[in-house]
């Protein structure tokens, strides 16, 4: 949960190691991968979500995944499309009474394997208005259990 200063909830959010067998196949569930869940973020604070995708990936990474997996609903192309804008590739879309069957997964990045020229060409180049808008958000990000752990 990612909280502001005057404790708001600016936005939602869960990753896990959890996949799903009804949407993913036992090839994909033996990669190493952490899915995201509920990714909800308040319409004032939009942008939010993208910091919140890095992370995740980030975090998927330092704990030893490939993948960072989601699952949409089908009939929503415009959240498609907002996560393809966001590096992820679309795997396949089922056809289940489920409604969330559209699937997409994006590489997971550990930012300890990558050189310094490599993390800086990757920064997105912060607005000064971008910055601004988030500067009072107090984000609590719990620590993930590797499946070790569990």
């Known amino acids: ?3 502001t200063d005057d404790g708001e909830t600016a936005a939602t959010v869960a990753l896990d190691s959890f996949s799903d067998p009804q949407l993913w196949v036992p090839s994909e569930q033996a990669e190493p991968a952490m899915y995201l869940h509920r990714l ?3 319409r004032k604070y939009a942008g939010l979500g993208d910091d919140i995708i890095d992370w995740a990936c980030r975090r998927a990474g330092q704990l030893g995944n490939h993948w960072v997996r989601i699952d949409v609903w089908t009939d929503n192309v415009g959240l498609h499309r907002y996560y393809e804008e966001r590096g992820f ?3 396949r879309t089922l056809d289940l009474d489920y409604p969330s069957g559209a699937l997409f997964q994006r590489p997971a990045t ?3 394997e990558q050189t310094d020229s490599d993390a800086l060409a990757q920064q997105p180049q ?3 208005t971008r910055r601004g808008r988030f500067e009072n958000l107090q984000r609590t990000l719990w620590p993930v259990p590797s499946e070790a752990v569990i």
């Open 126 to 128: 912060a607005l000064p």
């Open 110 to 112: 550990d930012w300890r």
């Open 89 to 91: 590739k679309h795997v």
């Open 40 to 42: 909800i973020v308040r």
């Open 1 to 3: 949960m990612i909280r």
